[in-house]
């Protein structure tokens, strides 16, 4: 069998590399891809995310038996609308499924519709409008882009100075083009953030590892929110019964809610949620896997991922299997970042005590994890980018003909990972 996965970065290197892992793959070709990824044997496909037509072309040729759609804005622009118009099959939502994220006012009317647990908001494309809503409302408050903006959308305001100027960028300095020519505005919700993933073909659905992901730029959680400078899976602090409070009275509604909207949902769900006094709320709903979160989701996974997947499409019961064992972990960094701005163990706070408290029995016995959670700047356990070593491994590094700068991400640490190796 030979598959493809769309997308160039580390989210769809961590999902193709999985992928070959399966005893009955036998290519595994990533469009266009990253160099990095030709050192864990996956072909690179120079074809673009957007040239859909180019794609399926290649699929057909090659006997592509399903493809894998990595990033939000393929997904927007209706690449799988395309490939299953062409008689393929490729695990991602349709344009109208993928709405979910690409437009945050449609995913919270579908969340108010059907009762799924969320913030107070309002919705605007005219900036005087916004504002008068946010002087009414106070701070802290949120801004949002209503479109895809890269994971940088989301301004958190403790003013309402900043929450003003948030809106004015968005609106009238077209700070995220087309994306920002409307902006949802919430209430701030306190409370621990978590990520919950899962696989879905319809009603039917299988959930993944819970994940948290640090989403600031700086440390001591400062700074503007990013796409996630890194993350780690399970939480093990976190009661399994708000896991299925979440699924009961978050995921279920809503793929059902798609279901009568004519919108049925195929693909990963990823529900950013936050545990409040009141029981956990969405913060936003994404249509594929988030990136870091893939990166230490799918090493957890002990079945055969692309048995798994091609069940799903299949409308078959797939039999997915996770190891319960240990914590992987991940982070991002530029390569030009100075050394002050290298992620520290600190940034997880106040996470990093219910990783290090609740792992150490596997800690105790790994001595790269131990050095790790005792050296104050990750960048000191980390080898170079450049040269993968037992306690690095380079999972991407992004093109450098359309990217100013490099990402790696180290994996750690899943003892199914470690069983059989020395470090």
Same mark, same amino acid.
């Given at each position: 069998?030979?598959?493809?996965?769309?997308?160039?970065?580390?989210?769809?290197?961590?999902?193709?590399?999985?992928?070959?892992?399966?005893?009955?793959?036998?290519?595994?070709?990533?469009?266009?891809?990253?160099?990095?990824?030709t050192?864990?044997?996956?072909?690179?496909?120079?074809?673009?995310?957007?040239?859909?037509?180019?794609?399926?072309?290649?699929?057909?040729?090659?006997?592509?038996?399903?493809?894998?759609?990595?990033?939000?804005?393929?997904?927007?622009?209706?690449?799988v609308? +395309?490939?299953?118009?062409?008689?393929?099959?490729?695990?991602? %939502?349709?344009?109208?499924?993928?709405?979910?994220?690409?437009?945050?006012?449609?995913?919270?009317?579908?969340? &108010?519709?059907?009762?799924?647990?969320?913030?107070?908001?309002?919705?605007?494309?005219?900036? /005087?409008?916004?504002?008068?809503?946010?002087? /009414?409302?106070?701070? %802290?408050?949120?801004?949002?882009?209503?479109?895809?903006?890269?994971?940088?959308?989301?301004?958190?305001?403790?003013?309402?100075?900043?929450?003003?100027?948030?809106?004015?960028?968005?609106l009238? +300095?077209?700070?995220?083009? +087309?994306?920002?020519?409307?902006?949802?505005?919430?209430?701030?919700?306190?409370?621990?953030?978590?990520?919950?993933?899962?696989?879905?073909?319809?009603?039917?659905?299988?959930?993944?590892?819970?994940?948290?992901?640090?989403?600031?730029?700086?440390?001591?959680?400062?700074?503007?929110?990013?796409?996630?400078?890194?993350?780690?899976?399970?939480?093990?602090?976190?009661?399994?019964?708000?896991?299925?409070?979440?699924?009961?009275?978050?995921?279920?509604?809503?793929? /059902?809610?798609?279901?009568?909207?004519?919108?049925?949902y195929?693909?990963?769900?990823?529900?950013?949620?936050?545990?409040?006094?009141?029981?956990?709320? &969405?913060?936003?709903?994404?249509?594929?896997?988030? +990136?870091?979160?893939?990166?230490?989701?799918?090493?957890?996974?002990?079945?055969?991922?692309?048995?798994?997947?091609?069940?799903?499409?299949?409308?078959? /019961?797939?039999?997915?299997t996770w190891?319960?064992?240990?914590?992987?972990?991940?982070?991002?960094?530029?390569?030009?970042?100075?050394?002050?701005?290298?992620?520290?163990?600190?940034?997880?706070? %106040?996470?990093?005590?219910?990783?290090?408290s609740?792992?150490?029995?596997?800690?105790?016995?790994?001595?790269?994890?131990?050095?790790?959670?005792?050296?104050?700047?990750?960048?000191?356990?980390?080898?170079?980018?450049?040269?993968?070593?037992?306690?690095?491994?380079?999972?991407?590094?992004?093109?450098?003909?359309n990217?100013?700068?490099?990402?790696?991400?180290?994996?750690?640490?899943?003892?199914?990972?470690?069983?059989?190796?020395?470090?």
């Amino acid at each position: 069998m030979k598959l493809l996965v769309v997308g160039s970065g580390g989210r769809e290197h961590a999902i193709a590399k999985k992928i070959l892992e399966s005893k009955d793959v036998e290519q595994v070709f990533v469009a266009p891809g990253n160099d990095g990824m030709t050192l864990d044997g996956l072909d690179l496909i120079n074809i673009g995310i957007s040239e859909h037509s180019k794609l399926i072309d290649f699929a057909k040729a090659n006997d592509i038996a399903w493809t894998f759609i990595g990033p939000d804005d393929a997904l927007a622009a209706g690449i799988v609308d +395309d490939f299953n118009a062409a008689g393929l099959k490729a695990f991602g %939502p349709t344009k109208a499924a993928a709405e979910l994220e690409w437009s945050k006012d449609f995913a919270k009317e579908i969340m &108010v519709k059907y009762d799924v647990p969320t913030a107070a908001y309002g919705t605007f494309s005219d900036f /005087e409008e916004a504002k008068a809503y946010i002087e /009414e409302k106070g701070a %802290p408050i949120v801004i949002k882009a209503d479109g895809l903006a890269l994971g940088k959308g989301v301004v958190v305001a403790e003013t309402v100075e900043q929450a003003v100027e948030a809106a004015h960028e968005m609106l009238l +300095d077209n700070k995220f083009g +087309d994306s920002g020519a409307r902006v949802v505005i919430e209430e701030f919700l306190d409370g621990e953030e978590f990520s919950l993933f899962a696989f879905v073909n319809g009603d039917k659905f299988y959930i993944m590892p819970t994940a948290q992901d640090h989403k600031r730029a700086y440390d001591g959680d400062k700074g503007p929110n990013t796409g996630g400078m890194g993350a780690y899976a399970p939480v093990p602090h976190l009661p399994q019964s708000v896991v299925d409070t979440a699924v009961d009275t978050i995921v279920k509604p809503v793929l /059902e809610g798609m279901i009568k909207e004519g919108r049925p949902y195929t693909g990963v769900l990823y529900a950013g949620l936050i545990l409040t006094a009141d029981g956990p709320k &969405v913060i936003e709903f994404n249509s594929r896997f988030g +990136d870091p979160e893939t990166q230490i989701i799918l090493p957890r996974l002990t079945s055969d991922f692309a048995q798994n997947i091609t069940d799903i499409l299949d409308g078959k /019961e797939p039999a997915i299997t996770w190891t319960d064992k240990g914590v992987t972990l991940a982070w991002l960094w530029p390569q030009t970042a100075t050394h002050s701005l290298m992620r520290k163990v600190s940034s997880f706070q %106040p996470r990093q005590t219910a990783i290090s408290s609740l792992t150490m029995p596997v800690l105790n016995s790994l001595k790269m994890a131990k050095t790790f959670f005792q050296t104050e700047d990750v960048s000191t356990c980390l080898s170079q980018q450049q040269t993968p070593s037992k306690t690095a491994k380079t999972l991407s590094t992004t093109n450098s003909t359309n990217k100013t700068q490099k990402a790696s991400s180290i994996e750690m640490i899943s003892v199914a990972r470690l069983t059989n190796k020395t470090l």
